[in-house]
């Protein structure tokens, strides 16, 4: 069953009477669970959806719309499907007494993972699952792999009864399915000859695997440090060493590297980042894969659109993976736009400081690093730390930061997005 949330102005779905709060039941006689057969079975360009009103009664449609025009219907979001592993790295068991309640859910979905570019263990999967992966050709899926053989990947997902991975994406190739895959690197579980196993079997697949991320453990300071650790500058430069490998043989026998080392395994590991064409595309960017030389190229490419800041301050918030980084993308942004940008690497108060990565930053912490930051013209913060509700991991809203900070402040994902708006009010 599904619930209307909003239904736009004009819309098919207005047209047709429906409003908050109706129940969509099922189309052509097929129950509606979730989005996906909201989406996939009513696809056509006619259909007969039956639906129970706010009040109870229960109305079938005739509904018909042009190709492509939506239906103008959004719905309340859909029950995430829970983990039924307990990895040793699970970020949710690093978060710090207190945290709301949604930090707590444990999510392993496959339809986020088509969706939105999740990863998920595929551990989870019922028979219903795998019968609608195939039937509505949920492609490319994100998968988290960490290892092809079957006992470590038990190990590291501390699920016992989890299935084989080899097989599920061989059924799943079968019928046209192709993956992005990672290795969250776990020293001493997953790394070294474990490592190059994985990686030989995922290569053996050929298109189907469409690339493979490298990834090393993140921890907070509440983790189970007991149980797992982060890797040394040595284990990671071996962990590198096999992507590096095994992306030139794929670079010479396929034309792509297939497999990338995600930016913190090159920072652990004290390297430089290979050129921005090495990752082909930056296909795992949101993966941490390539992002920093992704933010050069796309700074390069949007140069001309850019404004000219000649005489503007810009301060730059970030956290402290970033900070070590930012020099050249201010670089690249001082060049397109003659202003001047200074970066301020913030520590992350609420998880701790091995928790590197801007997304995660409190709003206390960016709060407090703004508080004595005078003569600035502006000030960027990562657009990425504020939910869709305006609200920071420690529960500290944007409006609230705004309000406090002597600087005008703009949220950015790519500084291009920011650059030439409206303040934030």
């Given amino acids: 069953m599904l619930r209307v949330a909003t239904v736009a102005t004009g819309s098919v779905g207005a047209d047709l009477g ?11 006689g097929r129950e509606l669970v979730d989005f996906l057969d909201w989406e996939f079975l009513g696809a056509d360009e006619t259909f007969e959806l039956k639906v129970r009103t706010a009040g109870g009664e229960e109305v079938e449609l005739e509904v018909e719309r042009p190709e492509g025009v939506p239906m103008g219907v959004v719905l309340e979001p859909p029950k995430i499907r829970r983990c039924n592993n307990r990895c040793d790295f699970c970020f949710v068991d690093g ?30 999967l019922k028979d219903k699952d795998i019968r609608r992966i195939l039937e509505y050709r949920l492609s490319p899926l994100y998968v988290s792999v960490h290892a092809t053989d079957p006992g470590i990947r038990r190990r590291v997902l501390r699920n016992a009864k989890a299935p084989e991975i080899l097989p599920q994406l061989e059924m799943f190739a079968a019928g046209g399915i192709r993956f992005h895959t990672q290795v969250v690197l776990v020293p001493g579980v997953n790394d070294g000859n474990v490592l190059e196993r994985t990686l030989s079997d995922l290569y053996a697949f050929g298109a189907p695997v469409l690339s493979v991320s490298v990834v090393p453990v993140a921890l907070t300071a509440y983790s189970k440090h007991d149980l797992v650790r982060a890797p040394t500058t040595d284990e990671a430069r071996r962990g590198l060493a096999s992507v590096r490998k095994w992306a030139a043989r794929a670079r010479g026998e396929r034309g792509s590297g297939w497999v990338y080392g995600s930016d913190e395994l090159y920072m652990r590991a004290g390297e430089p980042f290979p050129p ?16 920093v030389r992704w933010l050069e190229s796309l700074i390069e490419s949007e140069a001309h659109a850019l404004p000219k800041l000649a005489g503007s301050r810009v301060l730059v918030l970030t956290g402290t993976a970033m900070g070590e980084l930012m020099p050249t993308v201010i670089a690249s942004l001082e060049r397109a736009t003659g202003g001047r940008f200074e970066c301020v690497a913030v520590e992350n108060s609420y998880f701790g400081p091995t928790v590197t990565t801007a997304g995660l930053l409190p709003g206390g912490a960016l709060t407090a690093a703004l508080a004595s930051r005078r003569g600035y013209d502006l000030a960027l913060l990562p657009a990425e730390a504020v939910n869709e509700d305006g609200i920071f991991v420690d529960d500290t809203s944007l409006a609230s930061l705004v309000a406090a900070s002597p600087v005008p402040v703009r949220l950015s994902y790519h500084f291009t997005d920011a650059l030439g708006v409206e303040a934030a009010a």
Avoid: H
């Fill in 276 to 291: 921005a064409d090495s990752y082909d595309g930056f296909e795992q960017v949101e993966n941490g894969v390539g992002a």
């Fill in 95 to 124: 978060n710090p007494a207190g945290a709301r309640k949604v930090l707590w859910i444990r999510d392993d979905d496959y339809r986020l993972s088509f969706r939105y570019g999740n990863f998920a263990t595929l551990s989870n």
């Fill in 18 to 28: 429906l409003k908050t709060g109706d129940e969509l039941l099922s189309i052509g």
